[in-house]
């Protein structure tokens, strides 16, 4: 089982910044944020003890169990088909130690976490290789609450709505289609309109545009993996990814969800932007971890008689802008060839030209 240290951390709080900062990331201000954060843990991230707030919820613990153990859990009152049939105790965390004693991974996505109560089974949308590495997270730092939460909206396609100011679309999606009953487009609404009249935190165009640059996930590399690539470059990173622990799906080169969630999860171990894409710094970080040079398809066998191909040595692409989810990545040789020269000209060098 995992050590989860007593569900007890740094806890550190957030900083003032951190609000408009992430705002930013769904072109919002604070007071949206303070919104949906008022509503799901009433702006704190901690309960007395200094835990992330969390509720546990038997309906989903139920819907994530199967055969033998469900049947143990129901029998112990933990799981059951449908919400609302038992009220909830004022301290969940007894019945999640229970619940994890059945099947700790069920249990983790089974309970609502910190200050946006992101549901543990919404982990990779919320930028985590596991429900564990989500909850470890959670655990230290409140940004980390609130990044999580800002990476599920845009997952779940809620941007729009928070922007809009479209509560009852936007509860709809992050609270499920029962919303209404519990008046959370109404509270949200509310709760805007709250923060709307106290002063924000001061934040520039200059520190927005800061932002949104190191919200790129180029690693200040002209070549870089990202949501919707395919093909035997993203394989080969997906590979990696999994020997070093961070990725538990199909090797299919797609780079989805899964993958993201992977890439992010190994920024995060690492001290980089947490962004999502894999760039120089990443795949360097990456391969520095598994104590290997970068991982290089193999190019086919020779075939006799086969049709004429192309030289073997190919010009690099010409630099494009990295923002760009159409920059060209060229075959997996290319692509791995290109970090590793890259990195031995200097990540510093690179830095300083982004910079």
């Given amino acids: 089982m995992t050590d989860f240290r007593g569900f007890k951390g740094a806890a550190k709080p957030l900083d003032d910044i951190d ?54 859990a129901v029998a112990v009152g933990m799981a059951y088909p449908k919400w609302g049939t038992k009220p909830y105790p004022a301290d969940s965390y007894p019945r999640l130690l229970q619940a994890m004693a059945i099947d700790e991974t069920a249990a983790l996505k089974a309970a609502s976490w910190g200050l946006g109560q992101i549901l543990g089974e919404n982990f990779a949308m919320a930028g985590f290789a596991s429900p564990q590495a989500m909850v470890l997270a959670f655990l230290d730092d409140a940004e980390a609450h609130l990044e999580a939460m800002v990476a599920f909206i845009i997952a779940a396609g809620l941007d729009d709505d928070i922007r809009r100011h479209d509560w009852s679309g936007f509860a709809r999606g992050y609270n499920g289609p029962g919303y209404a009953k519990n ?4 509270k949200l609404a509310t709760a805007f309109a709250k923060w709307s009249k106290i002063k924000d935190t001061p934040w520039s165009a200059a520190d ?7 919200n790129a996930a180029i690693d200040a590399s002209p070549v870089a993996l990202s949501r919707g690539d395919k093909g035997d470059a993203v ?7 999994r020997d070093a622990g961070f990725y538990t799906s199909r090797l299919d080169g797609d780079f989805g969800a899964a993958t993201e969630a ?10 980089l932007t947490v962004d999502g894409w894999a760039g120089i710094k990443t795949v360097a970080a990456l391969s520095a971890a598994l104590q290997t040079a970068p991982v290089v398809v193999a190019a086919p066998a020779p075939v006799i008689a086969a049709e004429p191909s192309m030289p073997v040595t190919v010009q690099p692409p010409p630099p494009t802008t990295a923002m760009s989810p159409d ?12 970090i590793q020269a890259m990195a031995a000209a200097g990540i510093a060098a690179l830095e300083k030209k982004a910079a």
């Fill in 262 to 271: 992977a890439v992010r999860a190994f920024q995060k171990s690492r001290g």
């Fill in 19 to 72: 609000l408009p900062k992430l705002g930013a990331r769904v072109s919002v201000g604070e007071d949206e944020i303070h919104a949906v954060i008022d509503v799901e843990a009433s702006g704190g991230a901690w309960d007395r003890q200094g835990r992330p707030k969390m509720l546990f919820e038997p309906h989903v613990f139920y819907r994530n169990l199967s055969g033998a153990a469900r049947d143990k």
């Fill in 208 to 214: 927005a545009v800061t932002a949104a640059n190191d």
């Fill in 183 to 186: 008046r959370y487009h109404l």
């Fill in 235 to 241: 394989k080969a990173l997906q590979v990696q990814l």
């Fill in 327 to 338: 920059a060209p990545i060229g075959t997996p040789q290319q692509y791995f060839t290109l």
